[in-house]
């Protein structure tokens, strides 16, 4: 299950690395691809990580250095001055506000509902928009009061511990950092309200230590501080996580004195409809929880009349003609629009995938009998046989439909 909830980060750090390879960026591509396999390891990022290795040892020396600090340039629109890297960031001006939302910031230590402005209760998409606010808002680049940079690490901790349940249950049950409390030690001489910036595991078992720059970059689409990718506008964090929806149905125990036929005709009639519920379903969340990537359906509306197929999977997908011109012209926001697609259109065919695989091992028991007694083999067979065309289709997008 811990597996199964990284999947969405996966995929986004594997769409990063190929937008670095794309540039010529060897190593970040290659350092994103082994992310990608850390958090949820597949054959294509397997694959795309020894291509990219190859290219990196082929690269002249030098060269993936140039690279690197030009990358972000086309994305920018503009090139940025060679001596403006090395300007300090105390020589840079700031404001009298920023200064004292700095100084709130720290002042609130280990109390990261505080630190994100939230309440106890406040959800996951919550946190998250919390996080984008302020991320944008105290970046050292954006933000040059004294303390900004301590800030930012701050909130990124807080994001951390928050956005995770376990490490969110031992803060609600005693406060304070449960890092510190739970491993011990921690990077002395920094803010104890980040304790050093252990790591963010993105549901638990990663062990590779993530700086606030780089969470903020996987957060933003993966572009360069300076510009964060472009205009703020665009800056979207997709999917697993990040807008982790969660789709998982509690079964329901079917161990009534129903009888068989009732049993099946119940069964038949929910996997008729489910695919509809589904697939409307997720039309809805995505218009809900989405910012600034373009809303899609996958059942074509007044709204949604402009059908299109994903370019990896020809999944189908319908979109609103007038709001998808700008992303039909802007490739990065057209490929992580697909990934969107194809990551909601994965999950509602492993949510029918259980239903399938509960509705067959419903037959098989009541063609079974009680200890063997009334069994009937044609039934039994029957129910083997059965189609499993949604857990092919997980299959086919390269899952395991039994995980």
């Known amino acids: ?71 972000s340039s086309p994305m920018n629109g503009s090139t940025r001055p060679a001596s403006s890297s090395s300007t300090p960031s105390s020589d840079k001006k700031h404001t009298k506000e920023q200064a004292e939302a700095v100084k709130r910031i720290l002042s609130c230590g280990t109390d990261y509902y505080k630190v994100l402005s939230l309440e106890k209760d406040c959800t996951e998409v919550q946190i998250k ?34 956005s995770d349940p376990q490490k ?57 501080p300076a510009g964060f990718g472009g205009p703020f506008g665009s800056a979207t964090f997709v999917g697993p996580g990040f807008a982790r929806r969660s789709y998982y149905h509690p079964g329901a125990g079917h161990r009534g004195q129903q009888t068989r036929q009732q049993r099946n005709t ?73 990934q969107q697609v194809e990551v909601d259109w994965v999950r509602g065919l492993q949510h029918s995938c259980q239903i399938e695989r509960r509705e067959r091992a419903a037959r098989l028991n009541a063609a079974s009998g009680i200890f063997g007694i009334g069994r009937n083999e044609e039934q039994y067979q029957e129910a083997l046989r059965m189609p499993m065309k949604s857990c092919e289709e997980v299959r086919r997008f390269g899952y395991n439909p039994y995980r």
């Open 168 to 224: 969110r249950a031992v803060h609600d049950a005693g406060g304070g950092d449960p890092e510190q409390r739970g491993m011990g030690g921690g990077g002395g001489g920094m803010h104890p309200g980040f304790h050093g910036f252990r790591t963010h595991q993105f549901g638990g078992g990663m062990g590779e230590e993530i700086s606030p720059e780089e969470l903020f970059n996987m957060f933003f689409g993966g572009g360069g």
């Open 129 to 162: 928009k919390s996080y984008r606010k302020l991320a944008l808002q105290f970046h050292p680049d954006k933000n040059s009061a004294p303390g900004a940079d301590e800030a930012f690490k701050l909130i990124s901790k807080a994001f951390t511990v928050l």
């Open 266 to 338: 119940s069964w038949t009639l929910l996997l008729q409809i489910l695919p509809l519920l589904v697939l409307f379903g997720y039309s809805l969340l995505s218009g809900l929880f989405t910012d600034d990537t373009p809303s899609f359906s996958f059942q074509p509306t007044n709204m949604y009349s402009q059908q299109r197929t994903t370019y990896s999977h020809q999944v189908p997908y319908y979109v609103n003609p007038s709001s998808f011109r700008t992303t039909a012209r802007d490739q990065y926001k057209l490929a992580r629009l697909e």
């Open 1 to 71: 299950m811990t597996m199964e909830i990284n999947k969405d980060e996966a995929l986004r750090c594997l769409s990063i690395a190929k937008n670095h390879y794309g540039s010529g960026n060897y190593a970040a591509a290659t350092r994103f691809a082994r992310k990608s396999i850390k958090l949820y390891p597949t054959d294509e990022a397997k694959s795309f990580l020894e291509k990219a290795e190859r290219s990196a040892a082929d690269e002249p020396v030098g060269t993936s250095t140039a690279t690197s600090s030009s990358s």
